[in-house]
Protein backbone atom coordinates (compact mmCIF):
# COMPACT_ATOMS: atom_id res chain seq x y z
CA UNK A 1 0.00 0.00 0.00
CA UNK A 2 2.97 2.36 0.71
CA UNK A 3 4.28 1.62 -2.55
CA UNK A 4 1.13 2.49 -4.58
CA UNK A 5 0.93 5.85 -2.71
CA UNK A 6 4.42 6.99 -3.39
CA UNK A 7 3.96 5.58 -6.98
CA UNK A 8 0.73 8.15 -7.18
CA UNK A 9 2.68 10.71 -5.72
CA UNK A 10 5.89 10.34 -8.10
CA UNK A 11 3.87 9.41 -11.19
CA UNK A 12 2.59 12.94 -12.09
CA UNK A 13 6.70 13.99 -12.05
CA UNK A 14 7.71 11.65 -14.23
CA UNK A 15 5.08 12.60 -16.85
CA UNK A 16 6.12 15.63 -16.76
CA UNK A 17 9.20 14.82 -18.17
CA UNK A 18 7.67 13.04 -21.16
CA UNK A 19 5.57 15.82 -22.34
CA UNK A 20 8.39 18.07 -22.01
CA UNK A 21 10.70 15.90 -24.23
CA UNK A 22 7.45 16.02 -26.44
CA UNK A 23 6.86 19.83 -26.72
CA UNK A 24 10.78 20.45 -27.19
CA UNK A 25 10.53 18.38 -30.15
CA UNK A 26 7.25 20.06 -31.47
CA UNK A 27 9.17 23.57 -30.71
CA UNK A 28 12.15 22.29 -32.05
CA UNK A 29 10.04 21.89 -35.05
CA UNK A 30 8.45 24.80 -35.12
CA UNK A 31 11.91 26.49 -35.21
CA UNK A 32 13.24 24.04 -37.96
CA UNK A 33 10.09 25.40 -39.99
CA UNK A 34 10.57 29.46 -39.05
CA UNK A 35 14.43 28.91 -40.13
CA UNK A 36 13.83 27.16 -43.71
CA UNK A 37 10.88 30.01 -44.28
CA UNK A 38 13.40 32.94 -43.18
CA UNK A 39 16.00 31.67 -45.51
CA UNK A 40 13.77 31.46 -48.57
CA UNK A 41 13.04 34.88 -48.17
CA UNK A 42 16.37 36.11 -47.60
CA UNK A 43 17.47 34.44 -50.70
CA UNK A 44 14.60 36.02 -52.48
CA UNK A 45 15.51 39.44 -50.89
CA UNK A 46 19.24 39.04 -52.62
CA UNK A 47 18.03 38.68 -55.60
CA UNK A 48 15.66 41.57 -55.16
CA UNK A 49 18.44 44.02 -53.21
CA UNK A 50 15.79 43.99 -50.33
CA UNK A 51 12.73 42.81 -48.50
CA UNK A 52 10.03 43.65 -50.73
CA UNK A 53 6.79 44.18 -49.46
CA UNK A 54 5.93 41.35 -51.87
CA UNK A 55 8.51 39.13 -50.31
CA UNK A 56 7.65 40.56 -46.49
CA UNK A 57 3.71 39.65 -47.31
CA UNK A 58 4.59 36.02 -48.58
CA UNK A 59 6.97 35.53 -45.47
CA UNK A 60 4.08 36.31 -43.10
CA UNK A 61 1.67 34.17 -45.11
CA UNK A 62 4.05 31.01 -45.07
CA UNK A 63 5.46 31.32 -41.21
CA UNK A 64 1.65 31.69 -40.23
CA UNK A 65 0.08 28.82 -41.74
CA UNK A 66 3.37 26.44 -41.03
CA UNK A 67 2.98 27.46 -37.61
CA UNK A 68 -0.70 28.53 -36.80
CA UNK A 69 0.50 31.85 -35.61
CA UNK A 70 -1.45 34.96 -36.16
CA UNK A 71 -0.05 37.01 -38.81
CA UNK A 72 0.00 39.81 -36.12
CA UNK A 73 1.77 38.36 -34.11
CA UNK A 74 4.83 38.13 -36.31
CA UNK A 75 7.11 40.96 -36.32
CA UNK A 76 9.60 41.62 -39.48
CA UNK A 77 12.23 44.36 -39.36
CA UNK A 78 14.33 44.31 -42.28
CA UNK A 79 16.13 46.44 -45.16
CA UNK A 80 12.95 48.67 -46.99
CA UNK A 81 15.59 50.42 -49.51
CA UNK A 82 16.93 48.39 -52.50
CA UNK A 83 20.97 47.89 -51.80
CA UNK A 84 23.09 46.75 -54.62
CA UNK A 85 26.03 45.03 -55.23
CA UNK A 86 29.73 46.22 -54.66
CA UNK A 87 32.56 45.39 -56.27
CA UNK A 88 34.40 47.93 -54.89
CA UNK A 89 35.54 48.69 -51.16
CA UNK A 90 32.92 50.67 -49.75
CA UNK A 91 34.18 53.09 -47.15
CA UNK A 92 31.03 53.73 -45.33
CA UNK A 93 30.66 50.05 -44.16
CA UNK A 94 27.36 49.39 -45.29
CA UNK A 95 28.79 47.66 -48.83
CA UNK A 96 25.44 46.41 -50.29
CA UNK A 97 24.34 44.35 -47.17
CA UNK A 98 20.81 43.34 -46.67
CA UNK A 99 19.77 43.36 -42.77
CA UNK A 100 16.76 41.72 -41.16
CA UNK A 101 14.99 40.63 -38.49
CA UNK A 102 12.01 37.83 -37.73
CA UNK A 103 10.31 37.16 -34.47
CA UNK A 104 7.71 34.81 -33.78
CA UNK A 105 6.18 34.33 -30.08
CA UNK A 106 6.46 30.52 -28.92
CA UNK A 107 3.21 30.27 -26.76
CA UNK A 108 4.51 27.21 -24.79
CA UNK A 109 7.62 26.76 -23.11
CA UNK A 110 6.81 23.77 -20.37
CA UNK A 111 5.21 21.27 -20.22
CA UNK A 112 2.92 20.89 -16.96
CA UNK A 113 2.44 24.24 -15.76
CA UNK A 114 -0.72 24.03 -13.89
CA UNK A 115 1.45 21.42 -11.85
CA UNK A 116 4.18 23.66 -11.48
CA UNK A 117 2.35 26.73 -11.13
CA UNK A 118 3.87 28.49 -13.82
CA UNK A 119 1.42 31.18 -15.24
CA UNK A 120 0.46 31.11 -18.84
CA UNK A 121 2.33 34.83 -19.18
CA UNK A 122 5.67 33.24 -17.98
CA UNK A 123 5.49 30.03 -20.04
CA UNK A 124 5.50 32.65 -23.30
CA UNK A 125 8.81 33.37 -25.23
CA UNK A 126 9.76 35.12 -28.61
CA UNK A 127 12.21 33.07 -31.34
CA UNK A 128 14.04 36.01 -33.12
CA UNK A 129 16.38 34.82 -36.39
CA UNK A 130 17.94 38.24 -37.09
CA UNK A 131 21.16 37.94 -40.11
CA UNK A 132 22.61 39.71 -42.96
CA UNK A 133 23.21 38.85 -46.44
CA UNK A 134 24.91 40.57 -49.73
CA UNK A 135 22.94 42.00 -52.09
CA UNK A 136 23.58 39.91 -55.85
CA UNK A 137 21.19 43.13 -57.04
CA UNK A 138 23.10 44.66 -60.02
CA UNK A 139 23.01 48.51 -60.56
Not at 61 to 81: V, Y
Amino acid sequence: MKQLIVLLGVLPLLLIFMMQYTLDQKNSTAISLLQEQVYTAKEQAKQEGYFTPEIRQELRKNISRSLDIPEEEIIIEATETRKYRLNYFDESGERGIIHYEVSVPIKRLMAGTNLLGIDKEENTGVYTIKGTAASECLP
